[in-house]
């Protein structure tokens, strides 16, 4: 029987407790990522790695100039982080005594140490956290009122005027641009030498590669490093390229992957798709698919990208649904399930596709001709 629109059910009490704890949760977890960009601004995971690995709040206080009467409330700051799993502390239980450690987390936070081939995620924290990403979040309300023609814009777009990462972020906000692009180019390196580990079989057998959207070719670099048999181009835009150092060891080609991709065995796009609308990814797949060789001959175009699904667990779950309305909220792409996945795929003219790994939050996809 439909409810009553004047009445409603009545929690039990510790459904009304628990309710109560979860609203404060769920409405203040931006307290938790502001909590993560004030460590980060001041640069706490980077001082405990200089401390050695392990330091108390006068540590802190002092390797970072911080004026003495703010140390009770950075031990505020620092419980609400250790709580969500940020920082490790040993001794708990004396409040100002604790030593803090940086945990798995943290470490990818420590600036200026490159480990594994990844740089420090300082500047995705800054960028996602920043004010421009936080009122764009503010907007959403008002922007699903208002009806707009196809292709829509994103909350951020509408806002601002400009779309982001685009060669009109600068005029908006120079420093901005800055920190995005940073934060995007480190974040995108997390985790590439996890998967040339990983995910040798799809890298062995091929003779050539070109990495579509490949930046200064950091990427590029550590596969040749790890595979040094295949020959790899990077594609990327001129003035992207115009930077890209001259190794002798990777093929730089200026365009724009919606004209053409240059030809390989195999064409990747790692972290490319999710930027993009539905529509886009078909142009962009379709070029690809013209790029490469028939299957017979092992051509395949490799995507590294989320695929929503819960089959990870709830957290890996929660991290791929936040990404995605990041995306959302700051560009026309998204994340996709494996179903939206194998529709652009078919619609761009491939005939199979085969998820080869997952890595995390992300997987590994061969798509075939
Ligand atoms: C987020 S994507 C690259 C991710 C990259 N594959 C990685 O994993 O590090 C950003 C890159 O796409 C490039 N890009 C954007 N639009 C492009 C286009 N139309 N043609 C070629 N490259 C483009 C940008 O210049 C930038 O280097």
């Given amino acids: 029987m439909a409810a009553h629109a004047d009445t409603i059910e009545v929690p039990t009490d510790a459904e009304l407790l628990q309710a109560q704890a979860d609203l404060w949760r769920h409405s203040l977890y931006y307290l938790t990522s502001m909590a993560l960009r004030c460590v980060v601004d001041l640069e706490i995971p980077t001082a405990i790695h200089r401390l050695g690995g392990v330091a108390s709040l006068p540590d802190l206080m002092t390797a970072l100039s911080l004026p003495s009467v703010k140390m009770p409330f950075l031990g505020r700051v620092m419980r609400v982080l250790v709580n969500s799993g940020v920082f490790a502390a040993d001794n708990e239980s004396e409040p100002g005594m604790e030593l803090y450690r940086l945990t798995p987390l943290s470490r990818v936070l420590v600036h200026g140490v490159v480990a594994d081939e990844h740089h420090s995620q300082k500047y995705f924290v800054l960028g996602v956290t920043s004010p421009h990403y936080t009122e764009a979040a503010l907007g959403l309300a008002d922007w699903f009122k208002k009806d707009t023609e196809p292709p829509v814009p994103s909350p951020f777009e509408e806002k601002f005027g400009v779309p982001l990462l685009d060669e009109k972020t600068a ?199």
């Avoid at 200064?216 to 115009?242: M, N, S």
């Avoid at 539905?278 to 175009?301: F, N, S, T, W, Y």
């Fill in 171 to 369: 005029l908006l906000d120079e420093e901005l641009d800055d920190v995005v692009n940073q934060g995007v180019a480190a974040h995108d390196n997390l985790g590439i030498a996890t998967i040339l580990r990983e995910c040798g079989d799809i890298f062995k057998g091929l003779e050539s590669l070109t990495d579509c959207c490949g930046g200064d070719g950091t990427t590029a670099r550590a596969l040749v490093k790890a595979y040094p048999h295949i020959k790899c181009t990077v594609l990327d835009l001129p003035k992207v390229i115009d930077k890209a150092p001259a190794d002798g060891v990777i093929n730089y080609v200026a365009g724009d992957l919606f004209h053409t991709v240059p030809p390989s065995q195999a064409v990747m796009l790692k972290l490319v798709l999710h930027f993009w609308s539905d529509e886009d990814c078909v142009k962009i797949l379709a070029q690809c698919r013209k790029a490469i060789p028939p299957r017979e001959e092992g051509g395949k175009v490799i995507i590294i990208e989320i695929v929503v699904g819960p089959s990870l667990g709830p957290v890996m779950f929660e991290a791929q649904l936040l990404m995605d309305m990041l995306m959302m909220v700051n560009t026309r792409g998204g994340q996709r399930d494996e179903k939206h996945w194998s529709e652009l795929f078919k619609k761009a003219g491939f005939t199979d596709y085969k998820i080869v790994k997952k890595l995390g939050a992300r997987s590994v996809i061969e798509v075939y001709p």
